[in-house]
């Protein structure tokens, strides 16, 4: 089944202690990208890439890295996160380029205490 | 920057009957994609509906079509025939083609009442 997984799907975590969230796709998608959903503010993008060793900044990348080593994966690094870091993150893919259509997957629900 | 605007927080529809979603989007791009994403309470974001600017005819997927009027610079969603499972927020968003980015707008949440 053609899909973008991530894990986890719910963490909880103190500032300060860095961690991972993963995202792999299975549909040799070129275009991977991060977004974060807080309320009344819709979706942000956090960072995106258009192939292998290319990434660049989205609208909100303060506090987080990134890393596409293979097609397949684009984990989302947080080094030191903070209460702000708050909130619910989507991972999404797209054939070539974001114009096409992406795929998301089901969100990880992060809370930083 | 690139901007969208969904002026209405919240819509309610009666089941079998047609409601419009809004949204303005503001940019000086001329190449550029549009899209309706549906996030049920399960919070899985799915396609609803794509349209690229340089086309001028009006996107449809069954019951759901968009009014696309590119010199206005509006996008809005109309779902006929409404049903329950329709009942989720609706976001509008942007692609940049310059930028590379999808930018969303506020979010939509609609309500289908039996």
């Known amino acids: 089944e053609a899909q973008v997984t991530q894990n986890p799907r719910y963490l909880i975590t103190v500032t300060g202690k860095k961690l991972t969230v993963t995202c792999s796709q299975n549909m040799n998608h070129e275009y991977m990208s991060w977004y974060r959903q807080d309320p009344g503010l819709g979706l942000r993008q956090i960072y995106y890439?258009?192939?292998?060793?290319?990434?660049d900044k989205g609208d909100v990348p303060e506090g987080y890295k990134v890393s596409r080593k293979e097609k397949r994966n684009f984990p989302l690094i947080l080094e030191s996160p903070s209460p702000n870091q708050t909130s619910l993150y989507f991972c999404?893919?797209?054939?070539?380029?974001?114009?096409?259509?992406?795929?998301f997957g089901p969100g990880t629900r992060l809370l930083v205490l | 920057a690139q901007t969208v605007t969904q002026s209405q927080p919240e819509m309610s529809v009666q089941e079998a009957e047609t409601v419009t979603l809004s949204c303005t989007y503001d940019t000086s791009e001329s190449d550029y994609y549009l899209f309706w994403y549906k996030q049920p309470p399960s919070r899985q974001m799915i396609l609803v509906i794509r349209?690229?600017?340089?086309?001028?005819q009006n996107a449809t997927e069954n019951r759901f079509s968009v009014n696309f009027q590119k010199a206005a610079k509006s996008f809005s969603l109309k779902i006929s025939d409404s049903q329950l499972g329709d009942a989720a927020m609706y976001f509008c968003?942007?692609?940049?083609?310059?930028?590379?980015?999808?930018?969303f707008g506020q979010g939509t949440r609609l309500t289908i009442n039996p």
């Open positions: 968003a942007y692609f940049s083609q310059g930028a590379q980015k999808l930018v």
């Open positions: 349209q690229e600017a340089y086309k001028q």
């Open positions: 890439s258009m192939n292998v060793e290319v990434t």
């Open positions: 999404a893919s797209s054939t070539r380029t974001g114009q096409e259509t992406q795929y």
